[in-house]
């Protein structure tokens, strides 16, 4: 109740709707075009497009002996788009004709308190919904990033812990007490708001830890699991941690279950492959 009363208060709904619109302008595409950003028009989704690449995932090296997370080299093969922005409780109504979040009070608050099956049900109903429309490239789906996919695009492909500045991160401590709207917070240099703080974001793959050196590469990092038995990454972290909660590299884990405020990003990519079906992920 606390967190609603906060949210009624501090929410302007008309402003957002503003806002957003004036970043959007008028110059992105409506349907998705290799090598440009582009908006799902009738939810006014903006898509990112990023470019294949490799990085290294992971705990940066100065952060090493406090906090010993290891690193992995990793090289994204394809390119992919990303959401600018989490998934707002507008656009999950659209798409899922409910709102399962436990701190309301604008349609472009995230949407939150949903599980890994949750967020996976959204990006299947989008999938379908874009592929009726014909808006939907073949061999594409919507789906959860990624943690490679994810770190990546936070990242901009660099090894910087905080990539936007640490005073604007959507946290405790820089003035906010619960969820923002989206588009809130500076953006990364590759344009992605409240990458960091905010909600936590589910990514598609099951926990495994870094292995911990940077040689081989790993191509297309990505670890299949049963959703009854393992936990899923959560990245980005929420509104409620501190710096070094809310890093670029920052990794908790959480089995299939709803709470914690825990919310989604999507990508529009091909599907990813797991171990034995084309891929060397591992």
């Known amino acids: ?3 609603r009363r906060v949210l009624f208060r501090s929410c302007d709904v008309d402003e957002t709707r503003q806002r957003l619109a004036s970043q959007l302008g008028s110059s992105w595409n409506r349907h998705p075009e290799a090598g440009r950003p582009f908006v799902i028009g009738d939810m006014e989704m903006p898509l990112l497009w990023i470019e294949a690449g490799e990085f290294t995932m992971g705990t940066p090296r100065e952060h090493l002996p406090q906090l010993g997370a290891g690193r992995e080299r990793v090289r994204i093969s394809r390119d992919y788009w990303i959401g600018a922005h989490e998934v707002t409780q507008g656009q999950w109504q659209r798409v899922m004709k409910s709102n399962p979040s436990r701190i ?12 890994w099956s949750d967020a996976r049900a959204f990006c299947g109903k989008l999938t379908e919904q874009e592929r009726r429309a014909g808006r939907c490239p073949p061999g594409y789906e919507y789906r959860l990033p990624t943690e490679a996919e994810w770190e990546y695009a936070c990242r901009c492909g660099g090894d ?22 989206v ?13 960091l ?16 050196e940077e040689s081989p590469v ?26 070094m909660g809310t890093t670029s590299f920052s990794r908790t884990r959480r089995h299939d279950i709803r ?8 990508v529009l990519a091909p599907p990813a492959r797991s171990p034995g079906k084309g891929s060397d992920g591992f």
């Open 259 to 266: 709470g914690g405020f825990r919310g989604c990003r999507v």
């Open 197 to 212: 703080g905010n909600v936590p974001e589910w990514c598609l793959d099951a926990w495994r830890d870094y292995r911990g």
């Open 218 to 243: 790993v191509i297309d990092r990505y670890h299949e699991a049963d959703p009854a038995t393992s936990p899923f990454v959560i990245r980005g972290n929420g509104f409620w941690h501190t710096e």
């Open 104 to 115: 309301t009070g604008s349609p472009y608050l995230p949407v939150n308190n949903i599980s």
């Open 160 to 181: 910087e812990p905080f990539v936007i500045p640490e005073g604007e991160i959507a946290m405790r401590g820089n003035r906010y007490r619960s969820i923002v709207e």
């Open 183 to 195: 588009g809130t917070t500076p953006p990364n240099r590759w344009g992605l708001h409240e990458v």
């Open 1 to 3: 109740l606390e967190f």
